[in-house]
Nanobody
């Protein structure tokens, strides 16, 4: 059973920065893809950034390219999201997600919500103008 625990959410001013972290509690083997997704009130959950193959491949939603950076520390089972140049439209609940062993679909469509079968509880990010 994979468990994910997020931390690092909070409030920031427009143009500011925040860093989110997600620790993966591994039952058997580590997940093959991990990522961050977000959901604003009344909106569908959408991709932010994902990472695969121990950090060798990263993928970003167009809305965050050049501002957010996803990274992975496999020795600590941690995935982080550095968020710079924050905008009010980045305000949302941010969820850490993992695609467990055998969920190879994440290699082909890494930004699809449906490719991830483990989810954290979420951490709120609020950006004020």
């Amino acid at each position: 059973q994979v468990r994910l625990m997020e931390s690092g959410g909070g409030s920031a001013q427009s143009g500011g920065s925040l860093t989110l972290s997600c620790v993966e509690s591994i039952g058997a083997r580590p997940s093959i893809c991990m990522g961050w997704f977000r959901q604003a009130p009344g909106q569908e959950r959408e991709p932010v950034a994902t990472i695969a193959s121990g950090g060798r491949h990263t993928y970003y939603a167009d809305s965050v390219k050049g501002r957010f950076t996803i990274s992975q520390d496999t020795t600590k089972n941690t995935v982080s999201l550095q968020m710079n140049s924050l905008k009010p439209e980045d305000t949302a609940m941010y969820y850490c997600a993992a695609a467990g062993q055998g969920s190879f679909g994440c290699y082909f469509t890494p930004l699809y919500v449906s490719r991830y079968n483990y989810w954290g509880q979420g951490t709120q990010v609020t950006v004020s103008s």
